[in-house]
């Protein structure tokens, strides 16, 4: 806690609440089947220096915003983290490689 509110953080509350309103924008098909979720998952990435991860928020509208913020806080120290642990096992030669989904490729092959 004692994380300050962003504009991301109430982004995430607003369109979770909005979703649960209109139950349609939440729907997705699977084959043939409409199918219409109770709750509202929602998904943000976060970039870091090198790469992008996800941070899921599951039941999101029952979310307060400071437990909202706590999961972003958590979801880019996961990142701080994955990141410290891929520069020191690669080095600078991770640095050479241009694209980032190059190196979200080449990764999920090494590793």
Not at 61 to 71: G, H
């Amino acid at each position: 806690m004692g994380d300050s509110l962003g504009f991301t953080h109430m982004l995430v509350k607003a369109t979770a609440l909005a979703a649960c309103r209109v139950p349609e924008a939440r729907s997705f098909l699977q084959g043939h089947a409409l199918h219409r979720p109770k709750s509202v998952d929602l998904g943000v990435s976060i970039a870091g220096e090198w790469n992008y991860a996800p941070v899921v928020f599951v039941k999101a509208e029952k979310k307060s915003l400071a437990e909202i913020a706590d999961t972003f806080r958590a979801g880019s120290e996961r990142e701080r983290a994955d990141e410290d642990r891929i520069s020191r096992r690669f080095g600078w030669a991770y640095c050479l490689i241009p694209a980032p989904w190059l190196r979200r490729a080449l990764l999920r092959f090494v590793l």
